[in-house]
């Protein structure tokens, strides 16, 4: 976690179409994304996550929009940020090890 706060891998992913979520990793240039309607992250720690849906960032990214890379970065910060935040609260309660044994996994899935 230290290494993070002053990485820009975040938005650096962000403006590559990479979005990181508590479920995997979505390519956001996929063609898969084309036709989701369903939001960034529902559950998202982000304006922009309730906001704007999959299909619309795709449709950003292919159309070259700096926009597409906006809401990529601000979303991957607040992930990171969330992330962090709740790593925090494991390592109080004392279960880090579990929690990061399972969170990893999941988050470092390909979507």
Known sequence: GVDMFDCVMPTRNGRNGMLFTWNGIM???NKKW??????????????????YTKAYLRHLFV????????IA?????????DLVRTARRHILAG?????????????????
């Not at 159309?63 to 906006?70: D, I, L, T, V």
């Open 95 to 111: 279960d880090f090890k579990s929690w990061k044994d399972v969170t990893v996994k999941r988050i470092m899935t390909r979507l």
């Open 27 to 29: 390519n956001m240039r």
């Open 63 to 70: 159309a070259g929009e700096m926009f597409a890379a906006m």
């Open 34 to 51: 084309e036709n989701d309607f369903s939001l960034i992250d529902p559950d998202g720690a982000s304006f922009v996550d309730r906001t």
């Open 73 to 81: 970065s601000e979303h991957n910060l607040a992930f990171y940020l």
